[in-house]
């Protein structure tokens, strides 16, 4: 099925993007500094490893390597909503 290959391809995409993050930044949260548990792979979980986009896609941030970190899930969850508030949307 392509709709299975197109999705096994990005999932192989993300973990090649975390392995160079990881090389780059290390296993730090770029939000809060502390440690991301990369054995957690719990999906559900605060703590879960996620790649955030520095400027947000849908303020024109790109998908390039330089405008991604990892973050824990709760972090880039924070934020989110912060920068959702700060513009009043
Ligand atoms: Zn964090």
């Known amino acids: 099925m392509p709709i299975g290959r197109k999705q096994s391809r990005n999932a192989r995409e993300r973990r090649n993007r975390i ?3 990881r090389k780059r930044d290390g ?3 770029y939000l809060c500094g502390k440690l991301i548990d990369f054995a957690n792979l719990d999906q559900a979980s605060l703590d879960y490893r996620t790649i955030d986009h520095v400027k947000p896609v849908k303020y024109g941030g790109s998908d ?3 405008n991604l ?3 824990h899930r709760k ?3 924070k934020r989110g ?3 959702d508030a700060h513009l009043g949307l």
């Open 19 to 21: 392995i160079t993050l």
């Open 27 to 29: 296993d730090i949260c």
């Open 64 to 66: 390039r390597q330089s």
């Open 69 to 71: 970190k990892l973050a």
């Open 75 to 77: 972090c880039n969850q």
């Open 81 to 83: 909503s912060n920068t």
